[in-house]
């Protein structure tokens, strides 16, 4: 096993196709194929299942992607630390989607010109698949709303974000939970820490919703809330920026529902240079909410 083979491995991982690994990694695919192959006669397992033109990780790779991450960035955090080098190498980070839409273009950008020997990767997810990717070290860090830290985590809490209920621009005003049992609730995947809010408002009310709709995206949650259908939780920053958020109402939640604080987090004992740099970055152009 060397650091090449796990490079191909975790890229092939991370983009679920042996050619856009090749293409980020500026090799033919035929090498990446070979050096994986290797790596899993080697471990005495199949990484991936392969359809056709797709990649999926098997049980062991995804068991194996995480310690393959860590070991890149070790071996890249020990050079270095020898060579007392800036910033540099992979970092790989995670992201709830309305954060990364929002509040991070600035900061990507502006990391990417000031450190221009990291790797930058950013990948988004709903907020408990973001935060189990980083206790399962495939990612270094991560932008999430925290309801509460895992043992395995530290962190610091960046912004404040202000939530509010939608509705159909003709619904009646809402001031809890009993004013909405006739209405569908659309929510994303119960991984969404905004969904666990929101359930926590309906039981603060001891209401229970009439049927909760998972949607995919903001866009489908704002279309299917304008037509009436039903309600939704959503972020008053990320309604802002939405096209047609002026045919919806925004009601004003009470209590702690009301404000979801996003942290960035990272596993205990893993802050490096790079990770320092970010957080640098991030007390000097976005000063904290709290």
Not at 215 to 226: D, G, K, T
Request: net charge negative; proline share 4%; glycine share 6%.
């Amino acid at each position: 096993m060397d650091f090449t083979q796990l490079e191909y491995f975790r890229a092939a991982a991370m983009l679920g196709s042996i050619t856009g690994a090749a293409r980020q990694l500026h090799k033919v695919p035929s090498n990446i194929t070979t050096r994986i192959r290797q790596l899993e006669e080697e471990l005495g397992c199949q990484l991936f299942i392969r359809e056709k033109q797709r990649i999926h990780l098997s049980a062991e790779g995804k068991n194996f992607l995480g310690y393959a991450t860590r070991l890149l960035e070790l071996a890249e955090e020990g050079r270095r630390s020898i060579q007392r080098q800036e910033p540099g190498g992979l970092f790989t980070l995670g992201a709830v989607e309305s954060t990364a839409a929002i509040r991070l273009p600035d900061v990507m950008a502006a990391y990417h010109n000031r450190y221009p020997n990291v790797t930058l990767e950013l990948f988004t997810g709903l907020s408990d698949e973001v935060t189990e990717s980083v206790i399962n070290w495939r990612y270094a860090a991560a932008f999430t709303d925290v309801m509460s830290l895992p043992p395995e985590l530290e962190g610091i809490p960046l912004y404040k974000e202000k939530m509010v209920l939608i509705s159909a621009r003709d619904h009646a005003p809402i001031h809890g939970p009993q004013d909405v049992t006739d209405d569908a609730v659309f929510a994303f995947r119960n991984t969404c820490s905004y969904r666990r809010r929101l359930g926590k408002w309906f039981d603060e009310g001891h209401v229970q919703p009439k049927r909760i709709v998972e949607i995919e995206s903001y866009h489908s949650m704002l279309a299917c809330v304008s037509t009436g259908a039903g309600i939704a939780l959503i972020q008053e920053s990320v309604l802002q920026t939405l096209p047609g958020a002026a045919r919806v109402t925004a009601h004003a939640l009470t209590g702690d529902n009301t404000i979801a604080d996003i942290w960035l987090i990272w596993r205990k004992g893993t802050r490096n240079t790079n990770l320092d740099a970010l957080i640098g970055l991030l007390d000097r152009q976005y000063p904290s909410d709290s």
